[in-house]
């Protein structure tokens, strides 16, 4: 079974309306950039949500 490396990233999320900057680490496999872009799209499509950055650690 192959291993593969996670990596860290913090994720800034900005809820509407409120001002409410919430910082999130999650962890993902290491992942292609189309991947990782679809995933920023899939985040910036929640209605109540604005990504504010992703951060690599």
Sequence with gaps: ??????????VE??????????????QLKNISSEEKNALIQH???LPEVTL????KY
């Design 43 to 45: 985040i910036q499509s």
């Design 13 to 26: 999320v900005l809820q509407q309306n409120t001002g409410i900057v919430y910082r999130v680490e999650i």
């Design 52 to 55: 504010i950055k992703l951060t």
């Design 1 to 10: 079974m192959k291993k593969f490396p996670i990596l860290s990233y913090g």
